[in-house]
């Protein structure tokens, strides 16, 4: 059962922007203590590009600080990473996660190239 589905993620040369969306079935985005995404490159750890709370506090990786922007739409269970700025450090599959009461999910990544 399919509980975070990504899209969104592409091929953009530098400078440009793309948005991420990830849809989480109803009752894991009803019961989310946080919701956002994180990154990954080849041989390098996981790390957190984004994260929306239930409070809205929304942080924010300082790579990415003034250039992303996290959103959370209530009436489509749906996160979404605008990106604007893009560059080529930010060339990773980007994965959608959500922390919540029944558990900690993961999207199955989506891939985003910035070419130079």
Known sequence: QVQLVESGGGLVQAGGSLRLSCVASRNIFRSSVAMGWYRQVPGKERELVASYPSDGDTKYAASVKGRFTI???????TVNLQMNSLKPEDTAVYYCYASSALGLFWGQGTQVTVSS
């Open 71 to 77: 959103s959370r739409d209530n009436g489509k269970n």
